[in-house]
């Protein structure tokens, strides 16, 4: 059964189960997030996705990453007052992270050329953070590593290692928050790589072993992985899939496991 609704006007149909974000943007909206990926669970943390929706005659401003189509929806994705909201929210961002070159381009977008909120100096590794989540989530929901989180409320909220480790033993250097962050201001991967060396003598297991795609294999480059085949592999053909293969719901080359 497919869903009737509006996006600015147009009729559009849609899927049950479909967030307003993805129908929007297919509908040709231009509604920016930082926060959503289409391979982790709806989070609506960074507020830039609002749109105004009508449902039989009542009005309200929703994220539509996390908010699912409904019958009869009218939602308007850019009004005089989302306007003020998007530029106010890429305003704060811009100032916590001031140097995101994609938290800059997108607040420019959007009418933002200068952050009016002086925020000090952030702290180290953080200039680059917008506290999205993403990297926690898709190493919690996709890779079940858990080793990164959020904690915290307002100004003391932030990302961090269990037990304050510079990385966790969890950790398998699967580059996964890496290549979720919109901002590139997350690398653990090379730390963790370090960490994989030290922890265990004779053979180790392979990286992508650990991640589940080559089941079994051991490393013969003490974590070299430039050096190695398999890497190679992955980069070339399978890491636009990543992270894990977009949720292993994609299939690897038919020869990985060989």
């Not at 507020?47 to 005659?57: D, I, N, P």
């Not at 690398?187 to 079994?216: F, H, N, Q, S, T």
Request: contains cysteine.
């Amino acid at each position: 059964m497919t869903i009737s609704l509006t996006v600015d006007g147009r009729p559009v149909l849609a899927e049950p189960g479909e967030s307003l974000l993805d129908v929007a943007r297919r509908a040709g909206a231009e509604v920016p997030s930082l926060c959503h990926h289409p391979g982790l669970r709806p989070y609506g943390a960074c507020r830039l996705c609002l749109v105004e929706v009508t449902v039989g005659g009542r009005s309200r401003t929703t994220t539509s990453c996390n908010r699912e189509v409904e019958e009869g929806m009218d939602v308007r994705t850019d009004t005089a007052e989302l306007r003020r909201h998007r530029r106010a929210v890429l305003e704060l961002l811009a100032a916590m992270a001031p140097g995101s070159s994609a938290v800059r381009s997108l607040a420019r977008a959007h009418g933002v050329e200068e952050p009016r909120f002086a925020s000090g100096d952030p702290p180290a590794g953080r200039e680059r953070c917008v506290l999205c989540g993403l990297c926690a989530r898709v190493c919690s929901e996709v890779v079940g590593a858990c080793a990164i989180t959020l904690s915290g409320r307002g100004t003391r909220r932030g990302l961090e290692v269990p037990f304050g480790e510079r990385v966790a033993e969890s950790c398998i250097g699967c580059g996964a928050c890496a290549s979720v962050c919109p901002t590139g201001a997350i690398d653990m991967e090379v730390d963790a790589v370090e960490i994989l060396k030290a922890r265990v003598d004779g053979p180790r297991p392979c990286r992508y072993a650990l991640m589940g795609l080559a089941p079994g294999a051991i490393c013969p480059n003490d974590y070299e992985c430039a050096r190695c085949e398999v890497d190679q592999r992955f980069t070339e053909a399978c890491a636009p899939l990543h992270p894990i293969f977009a949720a292993r719901g994609l299939a690897a080359p038919a020869d990985w496991e060989e």
